[in-house]
């Protein structure tokens, strides 16, 4: 299984693997990730793979598509516990990347050795701080008329459908 987020502010990649994961299942979760990461120009990925109880059995096929994938410039952190590194620096060796992929086996590593490239958290806009402190009750704001139809369904909780 995997998941897969986007840290937009410090425009950072996490990608977490766990469970069992077969090569097929391996390679759907890189080419997601490459996906997310090139339409939103991002170039910092942290993948933490200590809750993988097995990985992909072709470390080969999956250093290819790294290989294929991978932009120069770029970072990628593996955060892996010290069983695993040994197959992680096999899949980083085979797939000919030379610089920009590292194992670590702690994520303050990982995550000290992407910090060059994150990028810092920007200040919020006017209009979104506005927004926001509206939203927080800061600053007073007119009140807004609704429709009736409209105004149910901002109020209504989100809840699933009774079975």
């Known amino acids: 299984m995997y998941t897969i ?3 937009t502010a410090h425009g950072l990649l996490e990608i977490e693997l766990s469970g069992r994961l077969v090569t097929s299942e391996a390679l759907r979760a890189m080419s997601q990730a490459f996906a997310i990461a090139e ?3 991002l170039t910092t990925t ?6 993988l109880d097995r990985g992909p059995a072709s ?9 294929v994938r991978f ?8 955060v892996a516990r010290q069983s695993q590194l040994r197959f992680l620096q096999r899949v980083i060796r085979f797939s000919g990347i030379r ?8 994520r303050e590593e990982a995550e000290t050795w992407l910090l060059p490239s994150m990028r810092a958290a920007r200040r919020p806009r006017s ?8 939203v927080l009750g800061h600053h ?8 009736r139809r409209e105004a149910a369904v901002l109020s209504a909780e989100s809840r699933p459908p009774a079975a």
């Open 59 to 67: 470390s080969m096929v999956v250093a290819a598509a790294l290989a």
């Open 99 to 106: 610089e920009g992929v590292l194992a670590f086996p702690a």
């Open 127 to 134: 209009t979104e701080r506005r927004h926001a402190e509206q």
């Open 5 to 7: 987020r986007v840290d």
């Open 39 to 41: 339409a939103g120009t």
């Open 140 to 147: 007073p704001a007119p009140a807004i008329s609704l429709p």
């Open 71 to 78: 932009q120069p410039g770029s970072r990628l952190a593996f």
């Open 46 to 51: 942290l993948c933490d793979v200590r809750e």
